[in-house]
């Protein structure tokens, strides 16, 4: 499941750099020349690939959107399954993901606020989570509320521990405890009351 950039040829050892960098160090105090030190080539051979950091960074972004809405649209597509179950689902694929491949994930989570704009719609998760979110309302599964509400609070929930995780100094019992109890919190967040 870690993502694997040799399909993309000479890139790839620019990708894998710029993602150890920018997942460590933050998109803005990364540099072109720390990213081809990283690679261990000279930033000359850098831009024979890639106009500019940003675009580099962008590309980056967009191979990481494309692998997870992919899996994210297909848990989606489960229709035997209730709404809830399917979010769930997608909950633990994000912290399977991350279990395995932090650094992808961490920089994905913090790239959001600077190229969201510059993806296509088809590239954002988001769009389906809303969109099962919605299906789940129109079933009676989940409680009527506003729908920005609805999918904020579900996706801060899902998103959110991620990003804290690394701030604690004691790591969770097991990582399969940590995603139980987030499941199960998102379980609580949608199920609707009586």
Known sequence: M??????EGSKSR????????F????????????????????EAALYKHFKSKEEMALYLFR???????????????????STIVRLQEMQRYTYALYHVDPESVHFALLSQYK???????????HFWMRDLLLEGMEKGEI????????????????LEPLIQYTMFE????????????????VHKLLVKKD
Do not use: C, M, N
Not at 115 to 125: M, T
Not at 144 to 158: E, H, M, R
């Open 23 to 42: 997942a460590h160090h933050g998109y803005d105090l990364v540099s072109v020349r720390d990213i081809s030190k990283e690679a261990g080539t000279s």
């Open 143 to 158: 409680e009527k509320v506003s729908i920005l509400t609805l999918v904020s609070l579900y996706t801060g929930l899902i």
């Open 170 to 185: 004691d790591p969770h019992v097991s990582w399969e405890a940590f995603t139980d109890e987030v499941s199960h919190a």
């Open 14 to 21: 620019y990708l894998e750099a710029g993602l150890t960098l």
């Open 2 to 7: 870690k993502f694997d950039f040799s399909e």
């Open 115 to 125: 190229f969201w704009a510059k993806v296509e719609d088809e590239l954002k998760p």
């Open 63 to 81: 191979i990481i959107l494309r692998t997870y809405t992919k899996e994210i649209a297909r848990i989606a597509g489960q229709a035997d399954k």
